[in-house]
């Protein structure tokens, strides 16, 4: 894990996903997002032109620590870094995309569900897995149960991750950061309402500072 990624992590523990088809509107996004305190986001391949939104938004948002996700395949890892990705991750885990992550000298967070999953990612060298989907492998209580097990992994859960769950996920010693695209509503991209991207950042910021300041 890179120490920048992880000290912003550390600080403020949620990791937005950026998706678009246009790279102008990614870079909009990208700030709208910095705007309100999450500088660290995944922009993920599941547009034609996403390698190219992430290009834009790692050399025009010098704020955001831009990372790629979705990442399926080792191929779309080395583009990924190529386009200036200073992370990967996947929805599942996939040695040979761990492998060009790790030989590219970048961090990768593969997803995972089972304890072989975590138990794989541990013996590829791994201390931080995305775990996914979150809110429907069980939530809380499966992610308390593999952390116990697990106990120098940390985990990033993302899928159903919402405000109102925020909090209760990041009251997991073990979670790293939480993921997900409700900072990010595909109708207010639409819209090109920037500032209710900006707010929901913010309120995501000021649930974790709750979150975690109440486990001090
Ligand atoms: C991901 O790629 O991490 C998920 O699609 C995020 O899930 P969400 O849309 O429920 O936040």
């Known amino acids: 894990m890179s120490i920048d990624i992880n000290n912003t992590l550390q600080a403020v523990p949620v990791v937005p996903l950026v998706q678009s088809?246009?790279?102008a509107t990614a870079v909009l996004v990208?700030?709208?997002l910095a705007a309100g305190g999450l500088t660290v986001a995944e922009v993920v391949f599941r547009t034609d032109r996403a390698l190219e939104c992430l290009q834009a938004v790692a050399e025009e948002v010098p704020?955001?620590?831009a990372g790629a996700g979705t990442v399926l395949t080792a191929e779309q890892a080395d583009a990924a870094v190529d386009a200036g990705a200073r992370f990967i991750v996947s929805p599942g885990l996939d040695d040979g995309v761990v492998a060009t992550a790790k030989a590219r000298g970048v961090p990768v967070y593969p997803g995972i569900v089972t304890p072989s999953e975590v138990q794989h990612a541990h013996n590829l060298g791994l201390d931080v897995v995305k775990f996914f989907p979150a809110s429907i492998a069980g939530g809380v209580p499966a992610l308390k149960a593999l952390s116990s097990v697990?106990?120098?992994m940390r985990f990033m859960p993302t899928g159903g991750v919402s405000p109102g769950n925020l909090a209760d996920f990041l009251?997991?010693?073990?979670?790293?950061?939480?993921g997900g695209s409700w900072l990010t509503p595909a109708d207010a991209i639409a819209k090109g309402d920037y500032e209710q991207i900006t707010t929901l950042a913010k309120e995501a910021v000021e649930i974790a500072r709750q979150a975690?300041?109440?486990q001090k």
């Open 150 to 152: 697990f106990r120098h």
């Open 171 to 178: 009251a997991v010693p073990a979670v790293l950061a939480c």
């Open 212 to 214: 975690r300041g109440e």
């Open 21 to 23: 088809d246009d790279p």
């Open 30 to 32: 990208s700030r709208a």
């Open 63 to 65: 704020e955001m620590i």
